[in-house]
């Protein structure tokens, strides 16, 4: 992802990332000998609450000051007269880098809010290696307690005014997705469960000891190679764990019954991922040994986060997540039938 810079409001918008596994932005991660982890710099934007600046304004809420964890809100400007859905959003990184704030994401989410249209919350989790899982999962059950109205998140102006939380929706992207769906696992466990109406999993960064065939071919992939991912899951899972652990590989390490109860799952993916295989799979085994309502879309171009840079793959998930949101039906096309034409 290198030197990546953007305006708001212009999510994918620059052109796509000129890489090579050298300068791959996960390739620079550096872990000193005494543990301090150097991460690479990449820009951050501050939150935008002027309506003068576009289609969407936005705003930080605080969510735990201990754990420096906040909500970045994002409101399509002006707001429309209906209740809008609510999309608690997670950011990607290999569960070690970025920010709700960094500039590539803060723009994906300005764009989102006004594509839905939704009221877009958008996490800032902590990081691993200093924070291993589960602590972003942690992060992401306060943020769905907030919504809840724990912490003031009923009493939000932009929550209290134009939020429909009776339709609350979980979205992530690569690491972010993989919080999505352990998020939503989580809630089903809670006393009063949030009103979920949906999973929306983008590219969910999945693993396994043994290799799919397109992670075995990404040795050199200039996006997400195959050493970068080895790394960052050895720097986020908790200490002595392999890739088999159930943060990491779920399909292998949790048991269906875990799945009872889970909402319907929007799996989204791109052909040129070196993650798709794992993702292919993981939808089938949701609707085939969890009995989950899928909808799976892993058939598109692209590469991994291709939809933070190039326009097309930006408009194509935008399409997928409105046709989601707005559907309450189980007869989708896709449903049920993940990927036939792999």
């Known amino acids: 992802m290198g030197d ?72 399509p400007s002006p707001p429309p007269a209906s209740r809008l859905p609510v999309v608690l959003y997670f950011h990607g990184g290999g569960f070690v880098i970025l920010s709700a704030a960094s500039v590539f994401y803060h723009a994906h989410c300005e764009a989102l809010a006004a594509a839905a249209p939704a009221l877009v919350a958008s996490l800032e989790y902590r990081l691993a290696p200093e924070h291993r899982l589960p602590a972003a999962y942690d992060d992401a059950a306060a943020a769905l307690a907030w919504l809840r109205g724990a912490g003031g998140g009923a009493a939000d102006p932009w929550v209290a005014r134009h939020a429909d939380r009776a339709r609350c929706f979980l979205m992530g992207s690569s690491s972010g997705a993989n919080m999505a769906f352990f998020a939503g696992l989580r809630d089903l466990a809670t006393a009063t469960p949030t009103a979920l109406r949906g999973l929306l999993l983008h590219q969910p960064y999945l693993g396994g000891v043994e290799r799919t065939a397109s992670e075995a071919g990404s040795e050199d992939d200039v996006m997400l190679p195959l050493e970068a991912s080895d790394r960052l899951w050895s720097l986020a899972l908790p200490v002595g764990a392999d890739r088999d652990h159930e943060f990491c590989n779920p399909a292998k390490a949790l048991p269906p019954g875990a799945l009872r109860g889970l909402p319907r799952c929007l799996v989204t993916g791109n052909r040129g991922d070196p993650l798709v295989d794992r993702q292919r799979d993981f939808a089938r085994w949701l609707r085939d040994q969890g009995g989950v309502h899928v909808v799976a879309k892993t058939e598109h171009e692209g590469f991994h986060a291709s939809e933070l840079f190039v326009p097309d793959r930006a408009q194509e998930l935008f399409a997928a997540v409105r046709e989601f949101l707005l559907s309450e039906s189980d007869a989708d096309d896709d449903a049920g039938a993940p990927d036939a034409s792999r």
């Open 4 to 75: 990546i810079t953007t305006g708001p409001g212009d999510a994918a918008s620059c052109p796509a990332p000129q890489l090579t596994k050298e300068n791959n932005l996960f390739m620079q991660i550096k872990v000193l000998p005494d543990g301090t982890v150097m991460r690479p710099e990449v820009p951050a934007v501050p939150a935008v609450p002027d309506a003068g600046h576009g289609a969407v304004v936005s705003r930080d809420v605080p969510l735990d000051a201990a754990h420096g964890t906040y909500l970045r809100l994002y409101l």
